[in-house]
């Protein structure tokens, strides 16, 4: 994993939040933060030669448009 940004309605939430994420496994972390009320998370990590994302569906929202 490179890199974990979670969103929440509390900030000691997302940071606890961010710092499990990043020691599990990209898509099991997603899972966690599905379950949690008012977070969505972006997780950046390498498969393969590759450099890819996974997020929860909420997370898009939060993210600025390169429009």
Known sequence: VFSVTVISSNAT??????TTAFLMEPEMAVEMVKRLPLTECIIYYQQEDEIVSIRTK????HLLSSN
């Open 13 to 18: 939430l997302a940071d606890v939040v961010s």
């Open 58 to 61: 909420g997370i898009t929202s």
